[in-house]
């Protein structure tokens, strides 16, 4: 049932969703023309407005893109690469290879929301490399669990406005972390969400014959080529210590 009323969301998506950038450059029309209609401010101000209070993110920005960061060079690392190709072979039917590729993304999002984005994708190509699975599902499946980053150790919000010196401490104070992520409220959701979003995904699971199936040779990883040192420099670039 869940696939068939699915299938013309799809179609929709595939054919109307533009790129979330698009959204970024709306909303912000959206917010321009609104500080003129209801606030009376004029297009001169409205644009100082904005390019003053662009650079007061500059904090939050560098948070943002450090936890990106370091989630992506945990992810990638050998021994996290090494325990998803492990998993990966506990799969044994594509019903399987769906709800285990959602767990380990809700699991890896709680995390770390830069951690979550780069695991599941990487976990949902070994897994297609051993097991036929529709694979737009799949990859849905490893974005899926993104939905409690927010609610995990992560979640830029909660870690921003339990930091000393936020840019509306003034208005809401420092809330500490146990009155958001590890509120109760919190953490039932976030338990609700390990087991409605799994269920969900894999009762999306189309027959066989409706099936997408990749070309494993398209999501091989690339050989890593042998490094051959021959200056002092590169013994630095390539140093295990550093």
Do not use: C
């Not at 992506?72 to 072979?89: D, E, H, Q």
């Not at 019903?95 to 699991?107: D, P």
């Amino acid at each position: 049932m869940l696939n068939r009323a699915a299938q013309p969301l799809v179609r929709l998506v595939d054919r109307y969703l533009p790129d979330p950038y698009i959204f970024v450059l709306i909303l912000t029309l959206v917010a321009f023309a609104a500080a003129m209609a209801f606030e009376g401010q004029s297009p001169v101000a409205v644009m100082a407005m904005w390019g003053d209070g662009f650079w007061g993110l500059l904090t939050f920005s560098m948070q943002m893109l450090l936890v990106l960061v370091t989630g992506f060079m945990l992810a990638s690392t050998p021994l996290v690469k090494g325990i998803l190709n492990r998993l990966a072979s506990i799969a044994r039917t594509p019903g399987q290879a769906i709800l285990l590729v959602t767990y380990v993304a809700l699991i890896a999002s709680w995390i770390n929301w830069g951690f979550g984005l780069v695991v599941g994708a990487l976990f949902a190509k070994a897994l297609a490399r051993q097991i036929k699975v529709h694979y737009p599902l799949l990859i849905a499946s490893a974005y899926s669990g993104f939905v409690v980053w927010h609610g995990g150790l992560a979640g830029s919000i909660p870690l921003t406005i339990a930091t000393p010196g936020h840019f509306t401490e003034q208005t809401i104070g420092v809330i500490g972390t146990g009155d958001t992520i590890f509120a109760f409220f919190n953490i039932a959701i976030v338990l609700a969400l390990f087991v409605v979003v799994p269920v969900v995904n894999r009762l999306m699971l189309p027959e066989e014959k409706d099936s997408f199936f990749v070309d494993e040779a398209r999501i091989r990883d690339p050989e890593v080529p042998e490094i051959t040192i021959t200056r002092p420099a590169e013994h630095l670039e390539n140093s295990r210590v550093l």
